[in-house]
């Protein structure tokens, strides 16, 4: 079973992130022209670094990895079979861990000093972009000024038609006060007239209207007394035809009573 731990040169308790440093710089080293090595055995190398880091990096494959290697080498491959860790292999692993080490050391110095350089560009470039900054401001400045300019005296001639348009527009509304004043003085004096006709119309028919009230309230009392005097003939006719029927009643009862007696003279004594 191949230990991928001493492919990598790292310790079994070595973390993730020293299992992708000693990834990267077998890597790196596999890649150096001045390594001299078959293109075959790089390509063999390469495979077994790129298994050993899918594997350690993973802990999903890690953890039984390191179980089925922890009995290998309990175990072996027989009871008398040879054991995998021996000093001579891990003393390598100590020279390739120190090696590492060296390599991590020597990488994070090569960053520093990139970070450095990096920085002092950075602050070059922002001195630059200052000054940039600095010209654009005065240009910029500048054209402020000559549009401030443009613009005042822009706003100069604005004000100045300005002025001469509220001058127009005062004399053209004062002429348009006078012309409405008149107007409104003269409407005044025709409704005053036609407010004086209609009051001398409205007495017209007032006192037409108090004539014809009078003329028909005589006529109403004319019309009473004709109605009156109706009923007075009226009367008099009734009580004339019920003394005239009383009369005839009489003279009926009369001339019955006369009959009556001639009837009982006529009739024969008793004997």
């Known amino acids: 079973m191949r230990d991928h731990y001493l492919v990598l040169g790292i310790p079994r308790n070595a973390s993730e992130r020293m299992v992708k440093l000693a990834f990267e710089?077998?890597?790196?080293a596999l890649a150096d022209p001045a390594y001299a090595a078959p293109a075959e055995e790089k390509r063999e190398e390469e495979r077994l670094l790129r298994d050993a880091h899918a594997t350690l990096?993973?802990?999903l494959k890690r953890e039984p990895y390191d179980r089925k290697l922890a009995e290998f080498e309990a175990g072996g491959e027989g009871a008398s079979g040879p054991r995998l860790v021996t000093p001579a292999r891990f003393a390598i692993a100590a020279v390739l861990v120190t090696a590492i080490a060296g390599g991590w050391f020597w990488n994070e110095r090569t960053k520093e000093r990139e970070r450095v350089r990096?920085?002092?560009?950075r602050v070059?470039?922002?001195r630059e972009?200052?000054?940039q900054r600095a010209e654009d401001l005065a240009v910029r400045r500048k054209e402020y000024e000559e549009r401030r300019e443009a613009q005042d005296a822009s706003a100069r001639e604005r004000n100045e038609r300005a002025r001469m348009e509220r001058e127009r527009a005062v004399s053209e509304n004062?002429?348009?006060?006078q012309e409405n004043r008149a107007r409104a003085e003269e409407s005044n004096a025709r409704y005053r007239e036609s407010q004086e006709r209609a009051a001398r119309e409205r007495a017209d028919y007032q006192s037409q209207r108090a004539e014809e009230d009078r003329r028909r309230a005589a006529q109403a009392e004319v019309e009473r007394q004709k109605q009156y005097l109706r009923s007075l003939e009226q009367e008099e006719e009734r009580v004339r035809l019920q003394r005239h029927e009383q009369a005839q009643r009489e003279a009926?009862?009369?001339?019955?009573?006369?009959?009556m007696e001639e009837f009982r003279q006529r009739q024969p004594a008793p004997r």
């Open 25 to 28: 710089s077998k890597m790196k």
């Open 57 to 59: 990096s993973n802990p």
């Open 118 to 121: 990096l920085e002092e560009e």
């Open 124 to 126: 070059a470039a922002q």
């Open 129 to 131: 972009r200052e000054r």
């Open 174 to 177: 004062q002429r348009r006060f």
């Open 252 to 259: 009926r009862e009369r001339e019955l009573q006369r009959r």
